[in-house]
């Protein structure tokens, strides 16, 4: 029997994406500093600076290679994931990030195969069993194919918390897969 499919996004589930792009953000408009708190939708053009842009926010070069892994126990858990099930890890890159995403996945787990890494928008289209992510259209979108589902809890994802099973830190995360499939 094949292995279930577990799909894993990469920012702000693996590694922290958001702080770090608030981080460059208030260096470049100390004037109109972010907070993560203030994060509440993935629109944030109504409350970054004025003269912010996507590209400027999300496509600074290099930040992709240089976010923190999202905790101590991350590594580890989706090692020991990897010995039970097909995990593959599905990020929305945008095309000028993807090198540095994939060199960020072979420094920090480079026990996830080239084979397995998929760069996908509309990840409710792949044929994954559960899916680990902290951005609500995906979670919406694979519960509504029939999918099973990891909340990663954040400030943008608030409003659906309560409909969903939430995972605050990987310590523990195969348990609770495996509790979810079986
Ligand atoms: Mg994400």
């Known amino acids: 029997m094949s292995k279930k499919i577990i799909a894993i996004d990469m920012d702000d589930t693996i590694c922290h994406l958001i702080p770090k792009a608030i981080h460059y953000h208030n260096i470049m408009y100390p004037d109109l500093p972010l907070t993560l708190e ?3 939708s993935f629109d944030l053009s109504g409350i970054w600076h004025p003269a912010c842009t996507d590209d400027l926010f999300f ?11 999202f905790d101590e126990y991350t590594v580890e858990e989706i090692r020991r994931m990897t010995a039970d099930y097909d ?6 890159a945008r095309p ?13 787990l480079p026990f996830i195969p080239f084979e397995n890494f998929f760069v996908a928008k509309r990840k409710y289209l792949l044929g994954f069993d559960l899916l680990i992510d902290d951005g609500p259209h995906n979670i919406l979108a694979a519960r509504d194919t029939g999918k099973q589902t990891i909340l990663i ?8 918390q309560q409909d969903f099973v939430l995972k605050d830190s990987w ?8 509790s979810m499939l079986g």
């Open 59 to 69: 496509g600074r070069p290099g930040l992709y290679e240089e976010l923190d892994i």
């Open 153 to 160: 809890p954040r400030p943008w994802n608030a409003g659906i």
């Open 96 to 108: 000028s990030s993807v090198a540095e995403k994939w060199r960020w996945l072979q420094r920090h």
């Open 87 to 92: 995990v593959i890890i599905v990020t929305a």
């Open 171 to 178: 310590k523990g995360m195969n348990e609770l897969v495996r």
């Open 38 to 40: 203030q994060i509440v």
